[in-house]
């Protein structure tokens, strides 16, 4: 399957291509729409749209996992499903009481740039809280061998472009060697203008 980011060529890009859910879905959704965009805009509901890229999961697993009250995953829930980024893919009876499995509705969720997004989400905002997020995973994961670097370059236009499209190359085979029997691993990647350096030295200085 080819990757979205490479089909596409959008410069921004979010999910993980995981081909073994516990339920049907979609390879990929275009997100367009400015209501999905805030939706994923939130910190919590991007945590739990990643938790379900492997598998369905209920309110109450994902409140034990995410060790949030289970009426705030709720509601979290619910304004994914009304964006139309989850879904209820089964049901189960609990007593008296109809238990909901929440699955996503693609494998890979595929950003539009800047222009699509809401006002409060341009300019990096929802490049950066994807990459907080990956930090905290960092964190949390406690891998010595990490590797990372952060690099300043001066691009025209022009080379941007064509390091956009390698790095989608890139992700695009990380995505094809995804193993199942393999360990769980994350790539955080964002090519974007960083602050003006500081200007050539004068002559005289």
Known sequence: ?????????????????????DYELDDVLVVEDPKQHSALGDALRARIVML?????????????VLETPKGTVGHHLKVLESAGLIRVVRTRQVRALTEKFYGRVARLFVLKGDDALPEDLRGGVLA????????DELVAGGDEEDTSALLHVRLDPAARRRFEQRLNRLTADLQRADDPAGGSYALAYALFRAPTPLPPRADDA
Not at 52 to 64: C, G, I, M
Not at 128 to 135: D, G, I, S, V
């Open 1 to 21: 399957m080819r990757s979205a980011c490479e089909h596409t060529g959008y410069p921004v890009c979010s999910g993980i291509i995981d081909r073994y859910p």
């Open 52 to 64: 379900l890229r492997e598998r369905a999961a209920s309110t109450t697993e994902l409140a034990a």
């Open 128 to 135: 950066a809280m994807m990459l907080r997020q990956a930090a």
